[in-house]
């Protein structure tokens, strides 16, 4: 069903991942650093529920899902030019989540030792989902929303809808259909909230809601 699966990797250290924080940091402000940071600490603790011999892999990625988000629309633009990514009309008329198809795809020039293809893919879809996600897709896209430092009201919400249930206490079964129905939720409301507000709607984030409808767990 999923067209990639976390795998065994040689260990991920410390130092590695804190070279790689230093680095990051040097390229974003300090709040979009912030919220990095909370991304990373959040998908560490999703990761000790779901894959725990991954955690350090899904750090790497939450370090760098955001590694383009201040880069202008020209500078995405360029991005996208010098690797030769047409965009489809929907993508093209939604500059937000550009930075998610960006910065996958300048990690493995920029980042070769973390180009690996389940921390490319989890980077590429973390701003709208897709058809067949992996399990480290859904993590990074769920920490990205439910981070602590995210006071939007929708995050505050769907952050309670993943965490008061206690899913630490749930059977493995149990933990992976709380995710799939959580996910399920959040992009439900996504395409509820562009709907309201005359938004372009996603093709990957419907193709996503619809993957989720026809699955009973992650």
């Not at 370090?63 to 383009?68: F, G, N, V």
């Not at 030792?113 to 058809?131: C, M, Q, Y």
């Not at 709380?178 to 509820?192: G, I, M």
Request: negative net charge; hydrophobic residues 45%; glycine residues 4%.
């Amino acid at each position: 069903m999923k067209e990639q699966e976390l795998k065994s990797l040689p260990p991920i250290t410390d130092a590695a991942l804190a070279a790689l924080r230093e680095s990051v940091a040097r390229r974003l402000s300090p709040y979009r650093m912030a919220h990095t940071l909370g991304v990373e600490e959040t998908v560490a603790r999703l990761a000790t529920l779901y894959c725990p011999e991954n955690g350090a892999l899904l750090r790497g990625a939450a370090l760098l899902h955001d590694l383009t988000k201040e880069l202008s629309e020209v500078e995405q633009k360029g991005v996208f030019a010098a690797n030769g990514v047409e965009l489809r009309p929907d993508e093209a008329a939604s500059p937000l989540v550009w930075h998610g198809m960006t910065a996958a795809l300048i990690i493995p020039a920029e980042y070769p030792a973390w180009a690996d293809p389940v921390l490319i893919s989890a980077v590429r879809w973390h701003t709208t989902g897709r058809r067949h996600m992996t399990l480290a897709d859904a993590l990074l896209n769920l920490a990205d929303c439910i981070e602590p430092g995210r006071q939007f009201a929708d995050c505050v919400a769907l952050r309670h809808a993943f965490w008061d249930p206690d899913p630490a206490a749930m059977t493995e079964k149990e933990r992976r259909r709380h995710l799939r129905d959580v996910l399920l939720l959040y992009f439900e409301n996504t395409l509820s909230k562009l709907r309201q507000r005359g938004g372009v709607i996603c093709l990957d984030t419907l193709a996503a809601v619809e993957d989720l409808q026809n699955r009973n767990e992650f």
